[in-house]
């Protein structure tokens, strides 16, 4: 039977892209990242931003629902 509690390791994000004009003819990329669940909502200019954000935000959730189901692993601080 289907769960309505999403998987503990699935993560949803939304992802906006767009381009900006800017003086002469330049453009610039810029993208908006909204964590579903949190609803945080990030902008940013690189992609390689976007990239650390999404990485940060799936490692803090994961360590939010361990501690929350009181599941540490080695190494890690209790």
Do not use: I
Not at 27 to 56: C, D, I, K, N, P
Not at 67 to 73: A, C, P, T, V
């Amino acid at each position: 039977m289907p769960s309505d509690q999403p998987h503990p390791r699935t993560h949803l994000f939304t992802v906006r892209l767009w381009v900006e004009r800017y003086g002469d003819d330049q453009r610039e990329v810029r993208m908006q990242v909204r964590h579903v669940l949190s609803g945080e909502t990030r902008y940013f200019r690189a992609w390689s931003e976007v990239v650390a954000f999404l990485l940060a935000k799936m490692q803090s959730v994961d360590v939010e629902s361990r501690e929350e189901s009181g599941d540490h692993r080695e190494g890690e601080a209790q």
